[in-house]
């Protein structure tokens, strides 16, 4: 008797202990299965399009000389408004010995051609006054003197113009004066006083005395990314975030988008512009550098969830898990799949599948536990 007793004890013990493993074990597995819940939310998103770039003004001009010299004087100052024909530099033209040289030859024959038909003018008149030439005749004589002194007189003005660049009686229009092209603000002044300068012609793009724009007409002008492009539109509004003028920002609309991208780093990039609404408290200088939001969609007062509580199925269809019954670890859960709308990567508009009363599942993920995997 005591053999089986003690056989029933063994027994007993051994239950208790796969018992308490098991209970253990259980709680330890429910404590796995418990999540936190929430709440849909109604909100409104934006899907915005990000383009870096700069400020700049809608047109640069270059101040170019049409004749070589060397800078006189230059009477303007970076960031100084000038008005249209205001002085900006003075060029000293250094003579060319070859063109010198043909200059004096041509006023020496020029000379000589003043003297032969003087001779023959002199001639006539005296023939003429005796009655022995007719008028025609004399005519002609008195053409032919007075074109040889005209011919003198320019070959005269082309070798001043030779060597100093300024034509007898157009010194006001002299091309050794450079003057402003239009009203606007000197930008930029990359010649010195003594430096050398070449003119613009046909085989010359010449030498830039000065740079100048409106900076009251200034556009933004960036580069985004071909995923972005085909969602922009001429005529969209942007917002311009200038980074040396923070907590402001400029409104813009889209009127440029290039036709062509560029491949930079692997990426395609294309070109936008839009002239900006300038405040007239900030002084936007050229050059400034930017950021433009473009927003391409967007969704006001609509149902909505965080895009981490969305899982796919094996079809790539989303779905949510709905609170359907108890809580804690006896919670139980429905799976609802939806209908999504826009989505701006962190939230997401449901269309159709849960109501804004349903609480939805949120997923534990390693991420959220700040001691690894396993519960917490």
């Keep these: 008797m005591k053999k089986v007793l003690k056989i029933v004890g063994i027994v007993l013990f051994i239950a208790l202990v796969i018992g308490v493993i098991a209970y253990f074990g259980k709680k330890n597995s429910q404590d796995n299965q418990v999540y936190e819940v929430t709440k849909p939310t109604v909100g409104n998103i934006e899907v915005k399009a990000v383009a870096t770039g700069e400020v700049k003004p809608l047109e640069t001009i270059e101040i170019k000389p049409n004749i070589s010299g060397v800078i006189k004087s230059i009477n303007v100052t970076e960031g100084e408004f000038v008005e249209r024909g205001q002085l900006i530099a003075e060029i000293r033209v250094v003579p060319n010995v070859a063109n010198l040289n043909s200059a ?11 003297n032969l038909q003087q001779k023959e003018y002199n001639r006539s008149k005296t023939l003429y006054n005796q009655g022995v030439i007719p008028k025609a005749e004399f005519d002609n004589a008195t053409a032919m003197y007075q074109n040889a002194q005209q011919s003198l007189r320019t070959a005269e003005a082309n070798y001043q113009v030779a060597q100093t660049g300024v034509a007898p009686g157009l010194e006001k229009y002299a091309t050794t004066r450079i003057v402003a092209t239009t009203s606007g603000v000197i930008l930029d002044i990359p010649v010195e006083i003594g430096n050398m300068v070449q003119e613009i012609n046909n ?3 010449g030498t830039t005395i000065a740079t100048m724009a409106d900076i009251n007409n200034m556009i933004f002008s960036g580069k985004v990314d071909e995923a972005e492009v085909g969602k922009l539109k001429e005529g969209m509004k942007i917002n311009v975030s200038i980074g040396a003028i923070p907590n402001k920002t400029f409104t813009a609309i889209l009127d440029f988008i290039s036709p062509q991208g560029v491949a930079s780093n692997g990426v395609v990039q294309f070109e936008i512009k839009a002239p900006i609404q300038l405040d007239s408290k900030y002084f936007i200088r050229a050059g400034y550098s930017a950021n433009a939001e473009v927003i391409t969609a967007g969704a006001n007062n609509v149902l909505m969830i965080k895009s981490a509580h969305l899982r796919y199925d094996e079809n790539q269809k989303p779905y949510v898990e709905v609170l359907k019954s108890g809580k804690g670890a006896d919670a139980t859960y429905e799976k609802k799949y939806l209908t999504l709308g826009v989505t701006d990567g962190v939230s997401v508009e449901v269309k159709k599948g849960i109501t804004q009363n349903d609480q939805i599942k949120i ?7 700040p001691n690894g995997p396993g519960p917490h």
């Design 203 to 205: 085989f010359s793009t």
């Design 104 to 114: 004096l030859q041509t006023i020496r024959s020029a000379e000589i051609e003043v």
């Design 363 to 369: 997923w534990n993920t390693d991420l959220d536990k």
